[in-house]
């Protein structure tokens, strides 16, 4: 079983910025594709930024140009980090780690904050 833990969420004012972090824990996980997602309140979970095991990145159109997708896969562990920040980009935002069907393993989520 894969255990996902986000970390580095918080408050921020606008035009800041912060560094999440996700870590998983298990095996053969520098296969599986990692991403990003967020959720705001009233609004569906959207993809924000994905990276697989080569370190091929892609990116929402809004997070591009100010957010980085990267990983470790020695610690088996992705950031995002979200620079030029908005209150619009104020989420929730999940880890997941993707190894195709029925390999997908999301964390609780850690709270990002803007303020204007």
């Known amino acids: 079983q894969v255990q996902v833990q986000e970390s580095g969420g918080g408050l921020v004012q606008a035009g800041g910025s912060l560094r999440l972090s996700c870590l998983a824990s298990?095996?053969?996980?520098?296969?599986?594709?990692s991403d990003w997602y967020r959720q705001a309140p009233g609004k569906r979970r959207e993809l924000v930024a994905s990276?697989?095991?080569?370190?091929?990145?892609n990116y929402a159109d809004s997070a591009l140009g100010r957010f980085t997708i990267s990983r470790d896969n020695a610690k088996n562990t992705v950031f995002l980090q979200m620079d030029s920040l908005k209150p619009e980009d104020t989420a929730v935002y999940y880890c997941?780690?993707?190894?195709?069907?029925?390999?997908?393993?999301w964390g609780q989520g850690t709270q990002v904050t803007v303020s204007s």
């Open positions: 997941n780690w993707w190894g195709g069907a029925g390999n997908s393993y």
């Open positions: 298990g095996s053969a996980l520098s296969l599986f594709v």
């Open positions: 990276i697989n095991n080569y370190g091929r990145a």
